[in-house]
C-alpha cells in the first residue's frame, strides 16, 4: 500500500486501512524510529496489560538467563518510578491486568507485596512470574490474601538433576511450594498456578516429571500458547505500530 506525503506535510491513510485498525479521526500518533525506520504509534488509551519489571536482581543464577550476558548494574525499581506509574493508571481506563515479571525474580523486591496491593486495591488482576524460590507458606499466604489472579512458575527441568543443572536449585523445594499453594487455594480455586519453561513435552511424556502428578500441574505445548497469544494480539486492534518504508 502506498501513501503520499503532500507539500503541507500532510499523511492521509486509506479510510480501508483505518477501518480495518479500528481507527478514526480525530487521532494523535507517535512518530518515532527503530533501526533507521519510522513508525506511528496510534496515541489510544486501549492498553489492557501493563508488563513492569520491578528488578532486574536474581536470586537464582540459571546457566541459560540472558542476564548472563548483561553489562547493566543489577537495579531495584525505586519508589519513584513506581508511584509515576501508579499515578498514570487513570489515563489507562481500560487496562485490565498488571504482569509482574521479566528478567529477575520479582519477589526479591523489598516492597513487592506492597506493589501488587496498589494494583488488586483498584479492582485489576495481577499475575505474578517467579522462579518459584520464594514462594513460601508465608509469602504465598499473602499473595492470597491480596487476590493475586495468577502465578506462573519457571520450570526449565522437569527431573531433578535437569533442573539442578540449569538452575543451580532444588525442584523438590518449589514443588513443595506449589503444593501449599494448591492446598491454600482450594477453596477458591484462585490464584491459578501456570507453570512454564523449557521442559520439552517428551520429556515429560517419558520420563513422567514427578511434579506433573505431585501437585497437578498440567503441562502445555507451546505451540497452542503461540496461537493463544497471536490471538491476543489481533484483539487488540489499532494500537499496533504501524511501520512506514518510505519507497
Ligand atoms: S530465575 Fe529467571 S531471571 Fe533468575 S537467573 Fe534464572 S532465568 Fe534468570
Known sequence: MKIKLDQQGNLKFPAQFLQRRNLSAPLEFWLFEREGEPILLPRLPNLRKLYIEV???????????????????????????????????????????????????????????????????????????????????????????????????????????TFHDLRGANLQQIIANLEYLKELKKPTCHPPARVGGGVRHSQIQRQRAPCTGTIGIQFRRCAADRQQRAGLHRGHGGSNPIWLRPC
Not at 548483561?70 to 485490565?96: G, K, N, S
Not at 516492597?111 to 512470574?129: A, H
Open 55 to 161: 528488578t532486574t536482581g536474581c536470586n537464582l543464577q540459571c546457566r541459560f538467563c540472558m542476564r548472563n550476558i548483561w553489562d547493566d548494574p543489577i537495579a531495584l525499581m525505586t519508589q519513584d518510578i513506581f508511584d509515576a506509574v501508579a499515578a498514570r493508571l487513570p489515563y489507562l481506563p481500560e487496562l485490565e491486568e498488571v504482569v509482574f515479571t521479566s528478567f529477575g525474580e520479582p519477589l526479591t523486591h523489598p516492597n513487592i507485596l506492597k506493589m501488587i496491593e496498589t494494583f488488586t486495591s483498584r479492582g485489576l488482576r495481577v499475575t505474578l512470574g517467579s522462579n518459584g524460590i520464594l514462594l513460601n507458606p508465608k509469602i504465598v499466604s499473602e499473595l492470597m490474601r491480596l487476590g493475586v489472579y495468577r502465578i506462573m512458575v519457571s520450570i526449565d527441568g522437569a527431573q531433578a538433576e
